[in-house]
Each structure stands twice: as C-alpha cells, then as structure tokens.
C-alpha cells in the first residue's frame, strides 16, 4: 500500500517537474496567470506563434515573403485596472479593454448627472 502512495506521488511530481522543465520554452513567461485574468469575461492568456518574414512581397513586385522563423510567444489580455460597480459596491478590478468598450463594465458615478430643474 505504502509503495503505491509513493508511486502516485512520484508521478504526481513528475508531472509537475515535466510542467515546470516545458515552462523555460515558453518566452515571456509570467508565472502569476491568474493576475493576467479578465475579471468579466475570464479572458487569459494564449499560446501563438511569432513568425519572422523577409523579402518583398509579390504585389509590390518582389519574388515573394519568406518565412524565416517560427517560434512560440503568448498572447496576452490587454487588462486595465478600473474601479468597477458591482451590486452597488465599487471595486477594483482587472478588466480587458475589449469589456470596457463594449459597455459590459458600469464605472461609479462620480458625479450626479445633470438634471434640468423644473421651471
Ligand atoms: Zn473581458
């Protein structure tokens, strides 16, 4: 019994010492992904690759691109730290600009809204 619970925890570590061995691949790698989290839509960062290009393209006359390179990089939300109005109590949050523009996001009121007085 002893030898099995040994067993499942040494393949547990080695599954998070395999995790951790693929992580220096992975470039601009921030460990902290939870911080890197929409808080309204729950948009993370994804994995992509980045290609290097060289040459002229055929429509302006040249032979064509070529691809000089592949590699790995992440995308990463572009979050923004608001105060945002939920349930009528204001907090901070890291949203993503997408939330923002979209109006999913209700900023507090500063400042009462003009009101025409009754004449
Ligand atoms: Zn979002």
């Given amino acids: ?5 040994d067993r499942l925890v040494n393949l547990y570590e080695a599954a998070i010492l ?3 061995r693929r992580r220096p691949m992975w470039p601009n790698q921030k460990v902290m992904v939870m911080t890197l989290q929409c808080g309204i839509c729950g948009k993370k960062p994804s ?3 980045q290609i290097a290009r060289r040459g002229k393209a055929k429509y302006l006359g040249g032979v064509g691109r070529k691809i000089t390179g592949i590699s790995r ?3 990463e939300p572009n979050l923004q ?3 945002v109005e939920i349930d009528g109590t ?3 949050m890291r949203v993503c600009v997408q939330c923002i523009r979209s109006g999913r996001v209700k900023r507090p009121t500063r400042r009462k809204p ?3 007085p009754n004449l």
């Avoid at 019994?1 to 619970?5: D, G, P, W």
């Fill in 73 to 75: 990089r992440r995308f």
């Fill in 81 to 83: 730290r608001l105060q």
């Fill in 1 to 5: 019994m002893e030898r099995q619970a």
């Fill in 90 to 92: 204001v907090q901070r």
């Fill in 47 to 49: 994995l992509g690759h």
């Fill in 18 to 20: 395999s995790f951790f």
């Fill in 114 to 116: 003009f009101l025409m």
